[in-house]
């Protein structure tokens, strides 16, 4: 699995890092997503999904291999 | 299970979806929308795509590919008209039916509407693409636009609209914006900030009349007797569950499907989103709510609990709204507080702190031009059913 993030899109819910927080992270000015390992190890993939889908900006793109 | 049939094709539906074929449910998924397109997202529309920093195709909730590959039955631009919970049918506008084995209701809300203004050239609602292109298309400088409602929703495209230099009034019933929802030192941070930018805000503020002439609109008419002129009026007064398809279903309709903790309305029946009226039992209340976290978070939910996990749904709720370069965002439930705690309010500075008890414990937490690192913490402790004097003395701490 391979995660993108957009910044531009991100509204800075920080709903991702509360499911993952190994794999996103947020800026502490503006709150804006950090992504911390863009190739998660496979036990993360569940939470980064289900990151992809609550994300309210749907900033979290994933290319599955 | 042959067919799930989702009604509503926004971010609940969808949401449910794509968390069905996540935990592995192979068969027939039926998503019906009323609206022709493939679903796409809402809260842009009140600031990136009405102030045209963004175009509709950045929208999309998810590129056409990801949907094709869900599987779907799609049934877009097609209303659902009824339902036979017995005969576990649902009828369409197009007087076709569809059997299902399980149901997901997901048909939102709609913008409630002022009597009699159906149709009326200038007076707007903003709910979907199609309203947010027509007001965006009227938003010129130097133009009036006065917006009903000083909610979120009027709120944020009163902070827009004054960016494209447009002159904006805002109407507000009660005495303080928002009071009601998130307190009134909230409502009147905001309102300062609205001040600060231009805006023009009466509050007390009841429309008695649209005025007219020579076929356009003219402005307001207010019940003081005031008249507030101007080009386009937006109607922000809330909105209306999409719930009169479920007449005589046996379903519970009572502000919204009434659904219990697993947010299940009858066996094999859920609710999803805006139009779902739930038991959340980490807050022991009912609540109907329209943000657009909550959206996903209960199809995922809802799509566990169909599969035959039997989870309740006990989410914190968090919403955030985007007006000028300041960010609110919430969480927890705030509208029915006992107390709103201001902890820190910097006006100048346009910062605002805000918790909220309910009886003896924290309930809910606002900030405005706050980290939204910060905001963790204070989740964490109503998550946790934080006693009130603990959280506020740990946080203080």
Redesign the interface.
Known sequence: MKVGVDAD?C?????C??LAPEVFD?R????VVVLLDETPEPALHDAV??SA??????AIRLAES | MNRIVIVGASAGGL?TA??LR?QGYGSTITLVGDEPRLPY?R?PLSKQLLCGQWTPD?L???PDANIDALGLELRLGVRATGLDTARQVVTLADDTSLDYDALVVATGVRARRLPDTEGVAGVHSLRTLPDALALKERLRPGRHLVIVGAGFVGAEVAATARALGVRVTLLESGPVPLALAVGVEAGRFMTRLHHEHGVTIHTGAAVTEILRTGGGLAGVRLADGTVVLADDVLVAIGSVPNTEWLAGSNLTVHNGLLCDEYSAAAPGVYGVGDVACWRNTLFHTWMRIEH??NA??QG?AVARNLLGQQRPFAPVP?F?S?QYDT?F?AYGHLHDHDEALVLDADLPGRQLLVAYRKDDRLVGVLAAGK???L??AW?ALIAAATPWTTAITTTAA
């Open positions: 899109k509204v800075a819910a920080g709903q890092v509360l947020q502490e000015e503006d709150g999904r289900e889908m609550v994300c309210p900006a749907t | 949401a794509e968390a996540r997202d809260p950045r999309a909730l998810r657009r976290t996903a978070e995922m968090y955030w985007d960010k965002q980290s939204p690192k905001l963790r989740r």
